[in-house]
């Protein structure tokens, strides 16, 4: 999959990619790593004292912050570019038979990432999370479905849109001014997989990532990527709730 123009019209420069995912970076970090614990020290809470239920409302903020911070960043950097005009971030519902055959053969190959990640289990057995204790099994394991309904919207709703955006709706198309199309994809899934800081992880975040970055390409349309990478959480999601097996 070769092409000699870039996905999209490319109006902003290496530097200005570069700006975008520096300060997205910069912010998911200071979010999980300035602003919630100095949140809950102003409030006298530690994280390890919640509730299921506060540890879930808690990674609700965090993400809800985490899509204002990359929805802004975006907006902030690129406007004067007027993105929007070019075709950029387009997530369109109709028609379905633009998107719909292309997501349905996206799915087909989720068995493939089911694979990946059991067997990245294996290869990383004692591999832990960056942000500690999986609190999200520990949600799970309480029964509470207050959390568990929160820990869903949080997995399903506001992870996909946010991570969507600034990987397959910026990064991809932004690459394709200076690399092939294939190179793009790779590279952007790479990058995805990366920003989970697991290794567990990473080979199925890969694969994952190649595959909504292919949807992108091939629809034109970011709505598809979100929705895929939403049923793909709500997979993972059911896997854990019903037979307490961790596989991202």
């Given at each position: ?21 520096f ?44 899509l ?116 793009a ?16 992880r ?39 709730t ?7």
């Amino acid at each position: 999959m070769q092409q000699s123009q870039p996905l999209l019209q490319v109006p902003w420069t290496a530097g200005k990619i570069f700006q975008v995912m520096f300060l997205w970076l910069l912010a998911f970090w200071a979010l999980g790593y300035f602003a919630l614990p100095n949140s809950l020290d102003l409030l006298g809470l530690e994280r390890g004292d919640l509730s299921a239920r506060g540890q879930a409302l808690m990674h609700l903020l965090l993400d809800l912050g985490e899509l204002g911070a990359t929805l802004f960043i975006l907006w902030r950097c690129l406007h004067a570019y007027q993105p929007l005009a070019l075709g950029w971030f387009r997530a369109r519902l109709r028609p379905l038979r633009s998107w719909l055959c292309p997501a349905l053969l996206a799915c087909a190959f989720f068995p493939l990432v089911d694979l990946a990640a059991a067997r990245s289990q294996g290869w990383f057995p004692y591999d832990k999370e960056l942000w500690g204790p999986n609190v999200l099994e520990q949600s799970l394991a309480s029964g509470d479905m207050v959390s568990n309904a929160i820990y869903f919207v949080v997995v399903t709703v506001c992870a996909p849109v946010w991570e969507e955006a600034i990987f397959r709706g910026f990064l991809l198309p932004s690459l394709t001014r200076y690399m092939p199309l294939t190179a793009a994809i790779v590279v952007s899934a790479l990058s995805f997989a990366g920003a989970h800081f697991s290794l567990q992880r990473f080979l199925p975040l890969v694969l994952l990532g190649i595959i909504f970055g292919t949807l992108l390409v091939r629809t034109r349309n970011l709505l598809p990527c979100v929705l895929l990478h939403s049923l793909w959480n709500a997979y993972i999601f059911w896997q854990l709730t019903c037979r307490g097996t961790v596989v991202m």
